[in-house]
């Protein structure tokens, strides 16, 4: 609980200390960001954007993987407990699984608008 990462309209991730420090500022989407993520070990963060991407950065600002398949906005990201997946939400309304090395893993489709929020269950 040492960082907080924020993404923004100014298209950026950014790390932050807890006194309010600025670390790492890290550039890649090409569209407003709307949900950044820790992993379970604090070592990545995922992010998602307008540009209908997911992303997965290192703590150093590299960008280390640039997930395509939606084919709306992204709305929502969370990593999996374990760190090995990510979940997404998307204007497309469909959610879906992807493997950290950018597989999609799962595609769910059921809803009939926008996807704003996903999450795993701790178990």
Excluded: K, N, Y
Excluded at 5 to 15: F, I, L
Excluded at 41 to 62: K, M, P
């Amino acid at each position: 609980g040492q960082r907080i990462v924020s993404g923004s309209a100014d298209e950026t991730v950014r790390v932050w200390s807890l006194a309010g420090e600025q670390l790492l500022e890290m550039e890649g989407h090409t569209d407003w960001v709307h949900s950044v993520a820790f992993s379970p070990d604090g070592q990545r963060i995922v992010s998602c954007s307008d540009d209908r991407t997911v992303r997965v950065w290192s703590l150093e600002g590299e960008q280390l993987q640039d997930i395509q398949g939606h084919t709306g906005g992204v709305l929502s990201v969370a990593f999996s407990p374990d760190g090995q997946r990510i979940v997404s939400g998307s204007a497309d309304e469909t959610v879906r699984v992807w493997s950290l090395a950018g597989e999609q893993l799962l595609e769910m489709e059921g809803h009939t608008d926008w996807v704003h929020s996903v999450a795993f269950s701790p178990d």
